[in-house]
């Protein structure tokens, strides 16, 4: 089972700035299968970015995903109030199990 | 428009067996390519997948949870249901459904991208 770990674990910052959040997988990822969800309390993970760099329908363009192989990185360009909140990196197969990362807070400094 | 709900017990005792089962709607597991997963969230802790189930009735397990675990689904009734045995405190959790789906034209897989709000599961006696 492949295993995904997540860095920094929280990352404080001020609106405007840029936020790094990363994502290292135990193995290669086959067809760069990886995805970034945003979760905010009381409600349910929202698909960020799909196949490693890909946004989901509806992401503003300051979201960006990149890496492939086992090192993966979402990268938010300039930060808005809103986009505080959790970040989970899923690695997603054909034949699964599939896996989530143990999620990255980012925070307002 | 895709939605999805999780309904069941808000509270199970110990060793008792969790059925949850979500309702859906916009799509339709008959049609080739759809899948619907379950993932749970304990409070305050991260994301675990549970399972999947696809239009073609292909069923995946979590590792861990694979002996505990049963998916399956009404098409008639946009329905996937998930049973979960021998329930315990550390099972407390929110679980989601959520769709997932495989595009037959390019052969590329996507993650799921519409969740349920979540259901609470709480695991006491």
């Known amino acids: 089972e492949i295993v995904l770990t997540q860095s920094p674990g929280t990352l404080s910052l001020s609106p405007g700035e840029r936020a790094t959040l990363s994502c290292r997988a135990s193995q290669s990822l086959s067809s760069s299968y990886l995805a970034w969800y945003q979760q905010k309390p009381g409600q349910a993970p929202r698909l960020l970015i799909y196949g490693a760099s890909s946004r989901a329908t509806g992401i503003p363009d300051r979201f960006s995903g990149s890496g492939s192989g086992t090192d993966f990185t979402l990268t938010i360009s300039r930060l808005e109030p809103e986009d505080f909140a959790v970040y989970y990196c899923q690695q997603y197969v054909a034949s699964p199990p599939d896996t989530f990362g143990q999620g990255a807070k980012l925070e307002i400094k | 428009q895709v939605t999805l709900r999780e309904s069941g017990p808000a509270l199970v005792k110990p060793t008792q067996t969790l059925t949850l089962t979500c309702t859906f709607s916009?799509?339709?597991?008959?049609?080739?390519?759809?899948?619907v997963s379950w993932i749970r969230q304990p409070p305050g802790k991260a994301l675990e997948w549970l399972a999947r189930?696809?239009?073609?009735?292909?069923?995946f397990y979590s590792t861990p949870l694979k002996t505990r675990l049963t998916i399956s689904k009404d098409t008639s009734k946009n329905q996937v249901v998930l049973r979960m045995t021998n329930m315990d405190p550390v099972d407390t959790a929110t679980y989601y459904c959520?769709?997932?789906?495989?595009?037959?034209?390019?052969?590329?897989?996507?993650?799921?991208?519409?969740w349920g709000q979540g259901t609470l599961v709480t695991v006491s006696s």
């Open positions: 959520a769709r997932m789906r495989k595009s037959l034209v390019s052969n590329t897989w996507f993650p799921p991208d519409c």
């Open positions: 189930i696809d239009w073609d009735d292909d069923k």
């Open positions: 916009g799509f339709s597991l008959s049609t080739s390519g759809m899948c």
